[in-house]
């Protein structure tokens, strides 16, 4: 059992295992630290954490092309539904689907989430299993101590941890979610990609986790 998960930077990460390809928050277009281009996206599947422009990114059009379906919050499928792309499988908070890769399991998340001005349902963290690996994608999200609870329940091998501040946790707070998740390996995102945003992953330092930080386009093999 073995997969490789690369950052596009960002929250953009890309799950990879056999023949199965996972896009988590696809934020490609108008993103300055991208490592990809969403026309170059072959992807098996797209997972969201919510609908903040800078997460449901290219989703529309990589879901569309690819006929790929979509994990998200119910109502960010209403509204990709109603652009003509109903492969999406609606979700909410402590929901699990079972997938031809493994699974996904949407958690909560201390933010909000909109699109256009519309409430996209739901902020939420991630659970993807791919490959017999677990991967938690914390999404936007404040310190919230039920971050153990999940570690314990999902036993994660890499937690993504976004550090950047002022819309989520900055990396003091950080180190704090990575220590409760548990996860052997984290790894810092949101963080770089605009001035607001802290630009480096200084003072990320969890202990008894590894630190690995990627610079767009890196990968990490796990298994
Ligand atoms: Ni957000
Ligand atoms: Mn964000």
């Given at each position: 059992m073995s997969a490789r998960a690369t950052f596009l930077g960002h929250s953009g990460v890309l799950l990879e295992s056999g023949a199965h390809r996972v896009l988590i928050d696809p934020f490609l277009t108008g993103n300055p630290l991208a490592a990809r281009k969403a026309e170059e996206m072959d992807v098996t599947a797209i997972v969201l954490t919510h609908g903040h422009a800078d997460h449901f990114g290219d989703t529309e059009s990589i879901a569309k092309r690819c006929g790929a379906p979509v994990y998200a919050a119910h109502e960010i499928c209403e509204f990709l539904a109603e652009r003509g792309h109903d492969k999406c499988e609606g979700m909410n908070p402590g929901g699990k689907v079972e997938t031809a890769f493994g699974f996904v399991a949407l958690t909560q998340a201390f933010h909000s989430s909109s699109y256009e001005g519309r409430y996209m349902g739901m902020p939420c963290g991630a659970v993807v299993s791919i490959g017999g690996i677990t991967f938690y994608h914390c999404g936007d999200t404040g310190l919230f101590s039920d971050m153990k609870l999940i570690g314990e329940i999902y036993k994660p091998q890499v937690a993504f941890v976004p550090i950047g501040d002022r819309y989520t946790m900055g990396p003091e707070l950080a180190s704090r979610a990575a220590e409760f998740i548990g996860a052997p390996i984290a790894v810092p995102v949101h963080?770089?990609?605009?001035?607001?945003?802290?630009?480096?992953?200084?003072?990320f330092e969890p202990k008894g986790v590894t630190v690995r930080e990627l610079s767009p386009g890196e990968s990490i093999e796990l298994g």
């Open positions: 963080y770089k990609t605009f001035p607001l945003l802290r630009q480096d992953a200084k003072g």
